[in-house]
């Protein structure tokens, strides 16, 4: 049997899952298997490994599959390496028709990458991604965990230029 | 209270809570669908069988929409059809047009369906998605381009299989059916996917290409490998098996088999298969005609009866032979006047035979295994031993029964059991003890076996189990092959039921093979005749026959190399013996040195015959092809033997003259006993002290035809023989996994690797049977000696 450390949950990660159960019940631990996630994206550079997933998966007592099946289905988990800052476009119907071309254009002229790339220096990750929910404040992005509404090229530079 | 309901004019009154798709595939109305299975939960996710339903704007799925009292509904209006039609539309959007090179090419759904809703053009002219295949293993091909997403699959494996490992990976169009990670699917039910698969997209592997469904002849048969007897239809084309796939009966197998009975039919055409007639002379094997060989059989037995006595044979036959073959086996050796005649070849223990039912069967059906609120394992990897039983267990445990193992190997299910009492393997007797003095304690019964009860210290873990068989109504206790190929399964067995009855519950054998239920009833054991009459003289059980080393032997379908406990001594006894004949469908390499006459018998599907299963249920079939080469089915070649010897009474001309005979012989004779009585000593056996061996037969070398079946051979479930031990254990050995060790026992002794895993327990190492590597040790549960090398 092989003994290898590899790097995992973290005992805060586990104790912040253990948060999240509380709140369902005792035999419904599949429950937190978004906010676990979340969790285990969070504490591992913003994306997911498989092993991080079988973890997750062990850790909630659910099959490994029914984790990939959630992982892969939202947007708002990455199972590739991403950059240090996920933005987020919206191009679904409203933010379209606020001109959301425009902001990705402008989004892939500054940043010289197209959809699901990542720049050279590892800072930003671009994604296209369906409604945010947002649609009275169209055009929206989310940067991170940070929504952006009311898009212009002009606010998308700002926003770019304060981003550590 | 029914209500009623109106389906295409006809009404109908039917149980509330019914789905309309429910109703009318009970009344014969079609309603195409894709998605819907009646074994597996409703996901109404392809839309195919939406309806008219009156009142409702929208057609409604009739897969999920419940039954309301008046309702009206129309499958073939034109509000139905159009909805039907379109999405079909939609679902051949993304499904490519290859039915020409598609396997499923004509036993498809989809091509079905299509048929009668799709339309002769497309209007769809972008482009089809297309799909990376899958690699689920050596019994299940794919091509994903070809599915639909109806998710039977994905359901399948956590409902029924109880272990998800197909899931639904992405989403909108680029959802994929699949594993994710890269794996072959582990389960032994895996195969039943292929049958659920509506379309192309998941088919039988080494079936592929072969042949096209219309070319097949269905014919029905039983499986030869567990004492289920699930219902199989076996596809043939010009003389030659192609394929198995489940006959539905809802009292045995519903709509499932195991992937054994479903693959084993591949080892059916094995290059190991023997042919022909084969006689060994001057040590070097000879080609002979049936005549020559026949002839040959029969002098050498009147030989040793001349020369020695007839009670110097040893018949030896296995339980996976039909009730035709078992009956005239004992039957020809009895005419012959040798009772030495045994089908128990895993077993060790047979003091307790007399106390042995008139036939072993369950005491509910199968069915009924689902519906009870307790049930105690002792020494059953009922997962890997009787799949489908298994799947009984583990639906009563979903419908909330508490399931107990009591096992001395934690063993891996598809449920995590209520309770599982873990202790080596020769102490299993004692936490039987520790359990019925409890038992005995509560119901302040104390009197039968009195000091063996008071000899053991009760544990908090026996009082859990016997706390749980007081507050069941009738718990049911099953013994699995650990118990029964233990050497105290007497004990073991005499505790279950007195277990049983200060718990109001009863007690259940899973017997080893196809037919061990068919086996004592015929009386191929040693001291009882047809229909359990007791045999005159009493004669020696196979380890007996064993140990004595007699001058002769007859294997009937058994290499004792895999196929029997304490093989190192079987092999001795055949070593030395001077005659050995072997009734048999494969020649195996050892069976070249032991064996001096081969007949070639018939194997599984090549004859008629009958099994009894666990429960008692007496299911004959037909051949369904010719047996292979100049092999012929077992029972012939033992009604000729039976008249070359000049025998009475083998005058039969086809199988059921046989079948009618063991019949009126059961209706004339005394009525079946039931088990017992039992007998309990004054004290447990003493333990042996140091590494012990546990004894078990992997799924896939429970028999010769499984064993020769090469897809089977390369799954995940399929082992290589190691010595598995605890993480403890291997500690105090010094050993780490994969060091090659010696494990002897007196002077025997073979080797093999180590393997650890925390489902040991104490000294007890699990080194499996069936396997040439492992036949060299004499003992199947004796203490063994582990050294590194
Ligand atoms: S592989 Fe077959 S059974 Fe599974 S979801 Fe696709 S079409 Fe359905
Ligand atoms: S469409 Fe962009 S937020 Fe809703
Ligand atoms: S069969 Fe009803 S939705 Fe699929």
Redesign the interface.
């Known amino acids: 049997m092989m003994t290898q450390s590899k790097p995992g949950l973290s005992a805060r990660a586990k104790a912040e899952i253990d948060e999240w159960l509380k709140k369902y019940p005792a035999d419904q631990r599949r429950s937190a298997v978004i906010p676990a996630l979340h969790i285990a994206q969070d504490e591992n550079g913003g994306w997911l490994t498989t092993e991080l997933m079988n973890e997750v998966g062990d850790y909630l007592q659910i099959p490994h599959v029914a984790v990939y099946e959630v992982a892969t289905f939202y947007s708002m988990y990455e199972l590739k390496p991403v950059g240090r800052h996920k933005i987020s476009v919206c191009t679904n119907i409203s933010c379209m028709l606020a001109d959301s071309d425009g902001i990705v254009r402008c989004l892939k002229d500054r940043l010289g990458i197209e959809f699901n790339e990542t720049t050279p220096d590892g800072k930003f990750t671009l994604k296209e991604v369906e409604c945010l929910g947002a649609c009275v404040t169209a055009p929206v992005m989310l940067v991170d965990k940070t929504y952006h509404e009311k898009l212009t090229p002009e606010k998308v530079d700002h926003i770019l230029s304060e981003l550590e | 209270m029914k209500i009623e309901i109106e389906i295409d004019g006809k009404s109908f009154e039917v149980e509330p809570g019914k789905m309309i798709i429910e109703v009318a595939d009970a009344a014969g109305i079609v309603i195409p669908r894709f998605c819907y299975h009646k074994k597996l939960s409703v996901a109404a996710n392809c839309r195919m069988c939406l309806v008219d339903v009156e009142k409702s704007r929208k057609p409604l799925p009739a897969c999920a929409t419940p039954v309301t009292p008046g309702m009206v509904v129309r499958t073939r209006s034109k509000l139905a059809l159009d909805a039907q039609k379109a999405v079909m539309e939609f679902l051949l959007i993304n499904h490519p047009l290859d039915c020409p090179i598609c396997d499923q090419g004509g036993q498809c759904e989809l091509q079905d369906i299509a048929l009668g809703y799709g339309s002769d053009n497309s209007r769809y002219d972008q482009g089809k998605r297309s799909v990376k295949d899958k690699n689920l293993g050596p019994l299940i091909e794919t091509e994903m381009t070809r599915c639909i997403h109806c998710t039977r699959c994905v359901r399948f494996g956590?409902e029924i299989a109880g272990?998800?490992?197909?899931?639904?990976?992405?989403?909108g169009e680029d959802t994929e059916i699949g594993?994710?990670?890269e794996k072959s699917l582990t389960s032994e039910l895996s195969a039943n996917i292929i049958d659920l698969c509506p379309v192309g997209a998941l088919t039988n592997k080494p079936f592929r290409y072969r042949a096209r469904a219309w070319e097949l002849t269905q014919h029905s048969g039983v499986s030869p490998h567990d004492c289920v007897g699930s219902n199989l239809h076996i596809h043939t084309r010009r003389n030659a098996v192609m394929r198995v796939v489940p006959k539905e009966n809802e009292g045995i197998n519903e709509t499932w088999i195991s992937d054994r009975d479903r693959f084993s039919c591949e080892g059916l055409s094995s290059p190991e298969r023997v042919t022909s007639p084969q006689l060994k002379r001057h040590g070097q094997w000879e080609t002979v005609d049936w005549q020559t060989a026949l002839q040959t059989v029969v002098e050498a037995l009147q030989d040793v009866t001349e020369h020695h006595s007839a009670d110097r044979i040893g018949g030896i036959i296995s339980p996976n032979a039909t009730v035709e073959e078992l009956f005239l086996f004992q039957k020809l050796l009895r005419g012959m006047g040798c009772h030495n005649i045994d089908h128990r070849i895993t077993q060790t223990d047979f003091h307790y035979q007399q106390a042995m039912p008139t036939y072993p069967k369950l005491p509910v059906s199968i069915a009924d295994i689902e519906q009870q609120e307790l049930i105690v394992v002792i020494g059953g990897n009922t997962q890997h031993e009787q799949p489908l039983i298994h799947h009984r267990i583990r639906k009563a445990w979903d419908n909330g029964a508490k399931v107990i193992m009591i096992n001395p190997v934690d063993f891996e299910f598809n449920f995590t059991p209520t309770q599982t009492l873990l202790v080596e393997n020769r102490r299993l007797p004692e936490a039987l003890t520790g359990v019925t003095r409890c038992l005995a304690e509560s119901q302040q019964d104390t009197e039968i076996a009195k000091d063996l009860l008071q000899s053991v210290a009760v544990t908090p873990a026996h009082r859990e189990v016997a706390d749980a068989l007081l507050s069941a109504k009738a718990p049911l206790i099953l013994l699995g092959a650990g118990a029964q190929n233990h050497p105290q399964a007497g004990l073991m067995y005499a505790l279950a039921e007195r277990m049983a009855q200060l718990s109001n519950g009863n007690v259940g054998l899973l017997t080893a093979g196809a037919n061990a239920a068919g086996a004592w009833l015929v009386g191929a054991v040693p001291h009882r005749g047809p229909t359990g009459l007791n045999v005159s003289k009493p004669a020696l059980d196979v380890q007996r026959m064993w140990e004595s080393e007699l001058p002769a032997y007859v294997l009937f379908n058994v290499e004792p190399e895999h196929d029997c406990a304490n093989s190192a001594k079987a092999l001795k006894a055949l070593s030395q013996a001077a005659l050995v004949i072997c009734l048999t469908s494969y020649k195996t390499p050892a069976m070249e040195q032991y064996a001096d006459i081969i007949l070639p018998i018939a194997s599984f599907a090549e004859t008629p015959g009958t099994f009894i299963n666990v429960e008692g249920r007496w299911q004959s079939f037909q051949a369904a092809v010719i047996p292979k080469g100049e092999s012929r089915p077992g029972w012939k070649v033992l009604r000729v033997l039976g008249n070359l010897l000049s025998l009475d009474g083998f005058n039969y001309v086809v199988n059921t003259e046989v079948t009618d005979e063991l019949r009126s012989l059961a209706t004339t004779n005394t009525p079946e006993q039931p088990a017992g009585p039992w007998r309990y000593p004054s004290h447990l056996p003493t333990v042996s002290e140091g590494v012990e061996r546990f004894c078990y037969w992997p799924i896939y070398r429970s028999d010769s035809v499984v064993r020769h079946s090469q897809p089977l051979q390369k799954t995940p479930l399929s082992e290589t023989p190691v010595v598995t031990m605890s993480?403890q254990l291997a500690q105090r050995l010094g050993l780490e996994?994969g060091t090659e060790v010696k494990v002897s026992q007196g002077g025997d002794a073979v080797v093999l690797q180590v393997c650890?895993s925390h489902r040991m327990v104490g000294d007890t190492v699990g080194i499996a049977a069936g396997f040439l590597e492992t036949a060299g040790l004499a003992e199947s549960f004796g203490t063994v000696k582990i050294e590194r090398i």
């Open positions: 956590r272990i998800s490992e197909m899931g639904s990976i992405g989403r594993t994710y990670v993480p996994a650890i």
